[in-house]
């Protein structure tokens, strides 16, 4: 069976920084490197596991750039096979931090904390009607059609009586 919401909460726009959960208490990072590698270059890792922790058993990975994390998030999406550490299936999303940094990461939900800052950019609404969703435009196809018009930061897709919607910041 490919990799389904549970596998993957898609409700986070797409971010360089993977949020990986339900980790074997023995994970190291170079299985978290074994995992993340086939997709791009990775720029840091944050790992916490083992059973005494709070908030254990769970990783943040930065890659390059976003481009790098799509590539693995869709990677698992259409594949047979769900993400495994150890033999253990695990939960990819975005963070909602931009880059891993030092200080106070708070381990929980999708990388809240103290230390957290967004970007800020100007944002579009882009509204498509008259699209059938189960064959219309991805992220992906999304993110193409906007960086002709800048860099972009964050994108976020989602249905509405209307149509399909994505905001898109720059």
Sequence with gaps: MSMNRDNFRANQPPSKVLHIRNLPPDATEADIA??????????????????????ANQAFVEFENV???????????????????RNKTVYLQYSTRSEIGSG????????????????????????MDNIQVALGPTLDTVHMLCA???????????????????????
């Design 104 to 127: 106070n990461w708070g381990f929980g939900g999708s990388g809240g904390g103290s230390s957290e800052h967004h970007q800020s950019g100007n944002v579009i609404l882009i509204i």
């Design 148 to 170: 002709a018009f800048g860099e972009v930061a964050k994108i976020a897709m989602f249905e509405k009586a209307s149509g399909l919607q994505a905001l898109v910041q720059f």
């Design 34 to 55: 074994e995992l993340c590698r086939p997709y791009g270059r990775i720029v840091k890792t944050k790992l916490n596991t083992g059973s005494t922790k709070t908030h």
């Design 67 to 85: 481009n790098v994390a799509m590539k693995m998030i869709y990677g698992f999406v259409g594949s047979a096979d769900p993400p495994k550490v």
